[in-house]
């Protein structure tokens, strides 16, 4: 079993009623996943919303086996390296940093008071989400941890043999082939490996020493995607029984996080 509709759950806060929230903090719960991601290209095979369907599903998964409320997701990111092609949709990241204060601080008027944010948009959404969550650790006397799959799955990525972290690449590829088969056009997808950059790498696996990640100027990202169609790494490596690993691999992971953050002391 692969797909399943993404509606229907109580997990939900969108599909809830004000009074079911209610009853859930009287109940006790005073966790929220976040999940957040991007509306980017992704190749010739995948779909724009693959960061954001990741994210929500993980964190849809996790949340319908312990005692949590998944938030609508945050579906824009900072895709400004992206914007080569079309349909890609890059927001500013002091929008995304106060945006997602914003939601975090309405939870915590509400008594939520720890934070899981799911990031399905990688290494290029973490230091906006970082300086929101510190920014609300310190302000709204919350707990906040950041999910970032491609940090969560260094040990089974490798067991898998998945090959680098790149773009819309085998990863993702597997990823969605398990969750959202149908949105995935196989017979699109088209190799392209960048050729090595000696000192840098934006793959979390990587011993070796790596440069910080700057996205690349307007001028060689229009060219890359031009050669490329936007993907980068080795997408007809994937398959859905990778995918199904790597997810099963996340939700047990973010499952673990949910239940260390229940454990620490509320507000
Ligand atoms: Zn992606």
């Known amino acids: 079993m692969a797909s399943k509709p993404q509606s229907g759950d109580k997990v939900l806060l969108h599909e809830r ?27 010739f095979h995948l779909p724009l ?5 990741v994210a929500i599903r993980v964190a849809q ?9 998944v938030t609508p997701p945050l579906w824009f ?18 929008i995304l940093i106060e945006m997602l204060f914003d939601v975090l601080s309405s939870l915590a008027t509400h008594g ?20 929101s969550a510190e920014k609300a650790q310190r302000e709204l006397s919350v707990k906040v941890a950041i999910f970032d799959p491609a940090y969560m799955s260094k040990e089974i990525a490798d067991r898998i043999g998945f090959g680098e972290v790149g773009h819309a690449e085998e990863i993702e590829t597997s990823h969605m082939l398990h969750i959202m088969p149908h949105l995935v056009q196989m017979e699109k997808a088209r190799d392209y490996v960048l050729p090595e950059k000696k000192l840098y790498n934006i793959d979390p696996r990587i011993p070796k020493d790596t440069l910080c990640y700057v996205p690349g100027t307007a001028k060689d990202l229009r060219k890359i995607a031009k050669e490329s169609g936007g993907t980068s790494g080795r997408p007809s490596q994937a398959n859905a029984e990778k995918g ?11 499952i ?12």
């Open 256 to 267: 673990e996080v949910i239940t260390e953050l229940n454990k620490g002391p509320g507000k």
């Open 49 to 53: 919303g693959t960061d954001s369907m």
């Open 17 to 43: 009623r004000w009074q079911e929230i209610q009853q859930f903090r009287d109940s006790g719960g005073n966790l929220a996943i976040i999940p957040v991601g991007s509306v980017e290209q992704h190749g």
């Open 112 to 131: 939520f008071d720890r934070f899981v944010i799911v990031n399905g948009h990688r290494i290029v959404n973490i230091p906006w989400l970082q300086i």
């Open 244 to 254: 199904k690993q790597l997810h099963e691999h996340l939700v047990a992971r973010l």
């Open 61 to 69: 998964d996790a949340a319908q086996r312990t005692n949590v409320i």
């Open 77 to 94: 990111g900072w895709s400004p390296h992206h914007l080569a092609l079309p349909g890609t949709i890059s927001i500013r990241p002091q």
